[in-house]
């Protein structure tokens, strides 16, 4: 299993960001996939998750209506779209496989995201 | 949402040593409580699922145990690659919660 994070940067406040994830080595299609991110000295909080087929989506409310995650099956690839950025958004974000129950059985290596002016 | 409360913040232990971690969960989340491993500087790595299955590749000195509100992880021989911050993460239901982790050194 591999996944690959990419898109992180420095961004502005009030402004979007998309980040991507490259799923390999195991059947996109049969999992569902989340982002879960990590503010500087801070602990794990999880972003979004999407279900196999992309019918469902799942975000906590410091997120939600902000934050929008999809997948591309013939690029076997996660995203996360990220509007009207805070700097309280400013964290590592890992995108992760979901295990036989919503936990996380498999993370990317992670991308920074800063929000600053 | 379900709040997850984790003990100890910090905790440092002798090689070889027992050492215990602790999850208390505001509501029942019956045994759908995971535990993860992160070491400085990488990503996150799944131990521990349903309470007490060990991830593939989990060395057996991790164990886990609870049921209801309370969960705990257990390490019984404190190793120097076991330095690391340890997560409870509650699978039972949206939105998924987080322990604030604690952070685990050797003596």
């Known amino acids: 299993v591999q996944l690959v994070e990419s898109g992180g940067g420095l961004v502005q406040p009030g402004r979007s960001l998309k980040l991507s994830c490259a799923a390999s080595?195991?059947?996109?299609?049969?999992?569902?996939m989340a982002w879960v991110r990590q503010a500087p000295k801070k602990g794990l909080e999880w972003v979004a998750t999407?279900?196999?087929?992309?019918?469902?989506?799942y975000y906590p409310d410091s997120v939600r209506g902000r934050f929008t995650i999809s997948r591309d099956y013939a690029k076997s690839s996660l995203y996360l779209q990220m509007n009207s950025l805070k700097s309280e958004d400013t964290a590592t974000y890992y995108c992760?496989?979901?295990?036989?129950?919503?936990?996380?059985?498999?993370w990317g290596q992670g991308v920074m995201v800063t929000v600053s002016s | 949402d379900i709040q997850m409360t984790q003990s100890p913040a910090s905790l440092s232990a002798s090689l070889g040593e027992t050492v215990s971690i602790e999850c208390l969960a505001s509501?029942?989340?019956?045994?759908?409580l995971a535990w993860y491993q992160k070491k400085s500087g990488k990503s996150p790595h799944l131990l521990i699922y349903?309470?007490?299955r060990l991830q593939d590749g989990v060395p057996s000195r991790f164990s886990g145990s609870g049921s209801g509100t309370r969960y705990s992880l257990k390490i019984s021989g404190m190793q120097p690659e076991d330095e690391a911050d340890y997560f409870c993460?509650?699978?039972?239901?949206?939105?998924?919660?987080f322990g604030s982790g604690t952070k685990l050194e050797i003596k």
């Open positions: 992760a496989r979901h295990g036989q129950r919503i936990n996380f059985d498999n």
């Open positions: 080595g195991f059947t996109f299609t049969d999992y569902y």
């Open positions: 999407i279900s196999t087929r992309g019918t469902t989506t």
């Open positions: 509501e029942g989340i019956s045994n759908d």
């Open positions: 349903t309470t007490s």
């Open positions: 993460q509650q699978s039972y239901k949206y939105p998924l919660t």
